[in-house]
Every structure is written in structure tokens, then in C-alpha cells.
């Protein structure tokens, strides 16, 4: 046990990094390059397993202009704060699949994907800005990182990426998809209480910046807590949504508003 400490110790005194806004030190001890890599074969074979909804529908559109605009307030975001290295190797893509799950997920490199069954709850283009800039700003965090960096650990001994998918890569890919909840099968890590509120505070600002109104994030987080008729919706099994969170959001809030340039 020592031992193990000892090497979660070194890991994370060689592998640490902050995250914006929070200022957090977070255990990254995969390269991002290798995230990406990894991300652009799964969303391609997510993609070929699910039926994307056509660009030219009308829902496709929505969430196509909803990520052009975030995507760009994230950029200037992050030129603004000196950290644009963060988005290097970034090829931002938007699809919608036909889903009825109430879901949403961005991997490493901006590859978002929109759930159909989003759609009701996010009740317009507002809404759906307030989701994806939540989920956007996991990815931006690095969220996934951590939690796969975490995961290798535990269930690999914390041997080094490269090594793990030579060796086990079924077991690898699995524990990438499970972080970044492209999967139904084998369940979706969940994020912490830290997570969710470092990507809820990134989301409003980037919201905000992209012309979205973050006040609506309030009605948008109490509406998905109350959507699923008593069944707790898929995206709220890792995305907590309660009294304390909306609290914090509108605590938030006139931080958040100060980067509010209406579109």
C-alpha cells in the first residue's frame, strides 16, 4: 500500500497541471496528444455506429451554430488568459444522433456529440448553448484526462499510455470510453462534485461569451432535474443536478454575466 501511495505521490508531483478559473492542481499523466488520437478513432467509430441525424436537419443546424459560437468564445477565452496552447490540435466537429437518451459529451479535440433526447429539455438554442458549453468545458478542463489518468492507476498499475495499448487495448479503449461517456454498455465514470462545478462556472462564461444569456442556465439545470417521469436522466448519472448546484450557479452568476455581450 506504500508503495502505491508512493507512486500516486510521483505521478502526481511530475504530473500536475491547473485548471482554468479553479486554479486547481489536476493529475494528468496522459500527453493530450495521445487523448486526441484516441478521441478521433472513437468519435469516428461512435459515429459509425449510430445514426447521425443529416446536417442539412434543422436540429443538426442548431447544434452546428451553437458549437461554432461557443467554440469561438472559446478560443478568445483562452487567447484572453494566455493559455491557448490548451486548444493546440483542437478540429472542432458537431453531430446530433438519434437518441432518445438525454445525453451530451465532448471528447479531447473538440469532437462533440448532441443526443436527440436532449432537445425537449433544452427547449431552444439557449438551452442547448447552456449543455454544451458544460460539456465543451469538461473537455477544455481536462476532466476526462484526469479521471482516465486515475482509472489507469487503479486498473493498470499506472503503467504509461503507450504501454497499456500494446498490452491491454480493449481494456484501455473501454476505460476512454467510459470518461468521456461515449458508451451505454459498460455504465460512465462519474465526475466529481469538483468537476461538475469547475465546468459548470467555464460553460457560463463561455456561454456568455458566445452571445447565450447564462441566466437560462437556472431554468435549463431545473428542468433536467425534473425531466425523465421519476427515472434519473442518463447525462444526470455523472451530472448531478440539485439545490446545491443551481445555488452555486446563481452564485456565479454576475461573474459569469460580466462576459454577457447579447448576440
Same mark, same amino acid.
Given at each position: 500500500?506504500?508503495?502505491?501511495?508512493?507512486?500516486?505521490?510521483?505521478?502526481?508531483?511530475?504530473?500536475?497541471?491547473?485548471?482554468?478559473?479553479?486554479?486547481?492542481?489536476?493529475?494528468?499523466?496522459?500527453?493530450?496528444?495521445?487523448?486526441?488520437?484516441?478521441?478521433?478513432?472513437?468519435?469516428?467509430?461512435?459515429?459509425?455506429?449510430?445514426?447521425?441525424?443529416?446536417?442539412?436537419?434543422?436540429?443538426?443546424?442548431?447544434?452546428?451554430?451553437?458549437?461554432?459560437?461557443?467554440?469561438?468564445?472559446?478560443?478568445?477565452?483562452?487567447?484572453?488568459?494566455?493559455?491557448?496552447?490548451?486548444?493546440?490540435?483542437?478540429?472542432?466537429?458537431?453531430?446530433?444522433?438519434?437518441?432518445?437518451?438525454?445525453?451530451?459529451?465532448?471528447?479531447?479535440?473538440?469532437?462533440?456529440?448532441?443526443?436527440?433526447?436532449? %432537445?425537449? =429539455?433544452?427547449?431552444?438554442?439557449? *438551452? $442547448? #448553448? @447552456?449543455? +454544451?458549453?458544460?460539456?465543451?468545458?469538461?473537455?477544455?478542463?481536462?476532466?476526462?484526462?484526469?479521471?482516465?489518468?486515475?482509472? %489507469?492507476? =487503479?486498473?493498470?498499475?499506472?503503467? *504509461? $499510455? #503507450? @504501454?497499456? +495499448?500494446?498490452?491491454?487495448?480493449?481494456?484501455?479503449?473501454?476505460?476512454?470510453?467510459?470518461?468521456?461517456?461515449?458508451?451505454?454498455?459498460?455504465?460512465?465514470?462519474?465526475?466529481?462534485?469538483?468537476?461538475?462545478?469547475?465546468?459548470?462556472?467555464?460553460?457560463?462564461?463561455?456561454?456568455?461569451?458566445?452571445?447565450?444569456?447564462?441566466?437560462?442556465?437556472?431554468?435549463?439545470?431545473?428542468?433536467?432535474?425534473?425531466?425523465?417521469?421519476?427515472?434519473?436522466?442518463?447525462?444526470?448519472?455523472?451530472?448531478?443536478?440539485?439545490?446545491?448546484?443551481?445555488?452555486?450557479?446563481?452564485?456565479?452568476?454576475?461573474?459569469?454575466?460580466?462576459?454577457?455581450?447579447?448576440?
Amino acid at each position: 500500500m506504500n508503495r502505491f501511495r508512493f507512486l500516486l505521490f510521483l505521478l502526481f508531483f511530475i504530473s500536475c497541471y491547473k485548471v482554468p478559473i479553479s486554479g486547481r492542481r489536476q493529475l494528468n499523466m496522459l500527453p493530450e496528444s495521445s487523448m486526441m488520437n484516441m478521441s478521433y478513432t472513437s468519435y469516428r467509430g461512435f459515429l459509425s455506429k449510430n445514426s447521425v441525424v443529416s446536417v442539412n436537419d434543422e436540429r443538426t443546424q442548431m447544434v452546428q451554430r451553437v458549437g461554432a459560437k461557443i467554440s469561438s468564445a472559446v478560443k478568445r477565452y483562452m487567447a484572453q488568459k494566455k493559455l491557448s496552447k490548451r486548444l493546440s490540435g483542437y478540429k472542432w466537429e458537431f453531430n446530433m444522433v438519434e437518441d432518445k437518451t438525454v445525453n451530451a459529451w465532448c471528447m479531447p479535440g473538440g469532437k462533440v456529440v448532441v443526443y436527440t433526447g436532449l %432537445l425537449p =429539455v433544452s427547449n431552444d438554442e439557449t *438551452g $442547448l #448553448a @447552456v449543455v +454544451m458549453g458544460h460539456e465543451i468545458a469538461h473537455a477544455i478542463a481536462r476532466h476526462g484526462n484526469e479521471r482516465m489518468s486515475q482509472q %489507469l492507476i =487503479v486498473a493498470l498499475g499506472g503503467i *504509461g $499510455l #503507450a @504501454v497499456a +495499448m500494446q498490452d491491454k487495448p480493449q481494456q484501455t479503449q473501454d476505460i476512454f470510453n467510459l470518461s468521456y461517456g461515449a458508451t451505454s454498455a459498460l455504465g460512465i465514470l462519474k465526475y466529481s462534485r469538483v468537476h461538475e462545478s469547475e465546468a459548470d462556472k467555464l460553460g457560463l462564461v463561455f456561454m456568455a461569451m458566445a452571445g447565450y444569456n447564462p441566466e437560462e442556465a437556472v431554468g435549463f439545470w431545473e428542468r433536467m432535474a425534473k425531466s425523465g417521469g421519476g427515472k434519473m436522466p442518463e447525462i444526470l448519472s455523472t451530472h448531478p443536478s440539485d439545490e446545491t448546484r443551481i445555488k452555486d450557479i446563481k452564485a456565479y452568476l454576475p461573474k459569469a454575466k460580466g462576459f454577457y455581450t447579447p448576440g
